[in-house]
């Protein structure tokens, strides 16, 4: 119930928000963080409750079994974060983003390639740089800085 939620505020909250790739970005650094922390803490516990245990060995051996689903799940999303930001980062108006060989001189030829890179992108019937296009807003040169 409380994955469901969580989901349907996430998804609220994009579709609220004035600057969706700012905000897609943020959660993606925002989760990724969150998991890569609730890991290193459960596996700090995990070793000292296994270690305060009469028989450490079996005590590691039958936590790492009860806790394999929590970092199964953990793994798939701090993975689909990392993609959702990556992707995101791909897909916005981010100088910084550019390898500086790439990089021009002027704004517009910068936002240029951007576009370009988009339509392209698009017209290449790739179905999740659709779909992340579409929530993500416009690629003009008009809203490129």
Known sequence: MLT????????ITLWLSLNRRRTALQLAVGVSLLMIVERRVVI??????????????????VLG??????FVLTA????VALAVGVI???MGP????????RRSSGR?????????????ARSAGWPLTRLVS??????SPGSCF
């Open 108 to 120: 517009g030829a910068a936002c240029g390639r951007q576009v370009a890179v988009t339509t392209a």
């Open 94 to 101: 981010y100088r910084w983003a550019w390898p500086p060989a």
């Open 65 to 70: 079994q009860l806790l394999n689903g929590f």
């Open 44 to 61: 700090h516990e995990q070793g000292t409750l296994a270690s305060s245990a009469h028989n450490p060995q079996v005590a590691q051996s």
């Open 134 to 139: 579409s929530w993500a807003g416009p690629s």
């Open 4 to 11: 469901l939620v969580t989901i349907a505020l996430l998804a």
């Open 88 to 90: 995101t980062v791909l």
């Open 76 to 79: 798939w999303v701090l993975g």
